[in-house]
Structures are given as structure tokens and as C-alpha cells.
């Protein structure tokens, strides 16, 4: 079966600017998670959608906002971007959150 | 603050002999710890999971070990193989918030031939 796919992988933006990040979980996986990796800090988890609900939420600030579809794909959106947004994005996929997360490749995210 | 730790940033080992990668972690309501394994340019997969009610567990070459009064974790591998050279991610979830797994910044493990 496909696994998480995200889209794009790889992304080259301008201060200031804003960016959307998309994620298509395994099909029957309703959690879907995202996390930030940056080489000093490892991955930092973002927030968790559940049945289009954000259930858990990191320290990260507004700026950084996802939303769920009814069929489980996942966007994240970061507004006013800094450079100290670039990292790789990570998503990771399972039926029902907790355990058994599957991850994409994720989006490299540079920021210029 | 960083609730899951992993000391060595980096770690090389000769193929044939264990590699011991350790994890401490600070929040006692931690109850179910994971490993992850990171190849670059890959999400990272699941290894290997142990719950606090066990202090060790075991699959092929992996062995991961639980000393939950030192809040320490370690994963064992026995015999190193190259394959192996990759990004190893501890992490951990509390049996409250099982949907937040909050992942230590990962050691990197190079097999060297």
C-alpha cells in the first residue's frame, strides 16, 4: 500500500513570505502528526489532527497552523516566514494516533 | 527544555561489534518508549518499543533496555552491521497523551567496515 506521501519535497522561500505544506496519510490512518527537524534540535513535534480535529499542540508559535480534510489529508501552513524556519518537515501517519506512525520523506524547507 | 535526551550526537563502531546508543529522559510520566531509525533523505521508521512495565525486549539485533528509576533508556546492537549507519531517533509518550510522542535529537550511528 502507498505510504505518507508529502508534498512538495523541497521548497525555497523568502522571508516574510508564507508556505503550505501538504500531507496524504496512509489511506485508513486518521491521526496524522507533524514534526519540525532541525540539525541541533532533532525532531520537535507541531501538533496531531484527529477526524479534522488538532488534538496536541507543540511550542511553536501561531505562525506555524495545520487543518485536516474529511478524507485525513493534512495541510500546515507557516505565516511570516524566518530563517529559522528552514528545516526539514516531517509527517507521520497512523490509524489512530499513539503508536504505529508511518513517516513521508518530508518537505525540505529553505528559507532565504 | 528537552523531556528526551540523547547525549552523543554521534557514534562509530567497528561492523561485527555492539553499538550502544543511550537516551535519558526527564518527565517520570513517560510510560511507552520508541526508537526510530533515520536513513537520509527518508522519514524515519520504527525500530523497536518497550512499555515501563518491562525493562527489556528484544527483536533480532536489536535489544532495547528500560532503567526506569535512572530514567534511562539504551538499544543495543549486536552484531553491527553497515546497513545499520543511520539516524537513531529515541522517543517517548505518557500514557495520558499517547498521541504526542515527543522524540530526543538523535544520535548518528556509523558502521564502519
Known amino acids: 500500500k502507498a505510504g505518507v506521501t508529502q508534498t512538495p519535497r523541497y521548497l525555497i522561500k523568502t522571508r516574510g513570505q508564507q508556505v503550505t505544506l501538504s500531507c496524504s496519510p496512509i489511506s485508513g490512518h486518521r491521526s496524522v502528526s507533524w514534526y519540525q527537524q532541525t540539525p541541533g534540535q532533532g525532531l520537535q513535534f507541531l501538533f496531531e489532527?484527529?477526524?479534522?480535529?488538532?488534538?496536541n499542540k507543540g511550542n511553536f508559535p501561531g505562525r506555524f497552523s495545520g487543518r485536516q480534510f474529511s478524507n485525513s489529508r493534512s495541510e500546515m501552513n507557516v505565516s511570516t516566514l524566518e530563517l529559522g524556519d528552514s528545516a526539514l518537515y516531517l509527517c507521520?501517519?497512523?490509524?489512530?494516533?499513539?503508536?504505529?506512525?508511518?513517516f513521508g520523506s518530508g518537505t525540505r524547507l529553505t528559507v532565504v | 527544555d528537552q523531556q528526551v535526551k540523547q547525549n552523543s550526537p554521534s557514534l562509530s563502531v567497528q561492523e561485527g561489534r555492539i553499538s550502544i546508543l543511550n537516551c535519558d529522559y526527564t518527565?517520570?510520566?513517560?510510560?511507552?518508549f520508541l526508537w526510530y531509525k533515520k536513513y537520509p533523505a527518508e522519514g524515519p521508521t520504527f525500530l523497536i518499543s518497550i512499555s515501563s512495565i518491562k525493562d527489556k525486549n528484544e527483536d533480532g539485533r536489536f535489544t532495547v533496555f528500560l532503567n526506569k528509576s535512572a530514567k534511562h533508556l539504551s538499544l543495543h546492537i549486536v552484531p553491527s552491521q553497515p546497513g545499520d549507519s543511520a539516524v537513531y531517533f529515541c522517543?517517548?509518550?505518557?500514557?495520558?497523551?499517547?498521541?504526542?510522542?515527543?522524540f530526543g535529537p538523535g544520535t548518528s550511528l556509523s558502521v564502519i567496515p
Open positions: 489532527y484527529f477526524s479534522e480535529t488538532q488534538r
Open positions: 518527565n517520570s510520566m513517560f510510560d511507552y
Open positions: 507521520a501517519s497512523s490509524p489512530l494516533g499513539g503508536y504505529g506512525y508511518t
Open positions: 522517543a517517548a509518550s505518557e500514557e495520558t497523551s499517547y498521541d504526542k510522542v515527543i
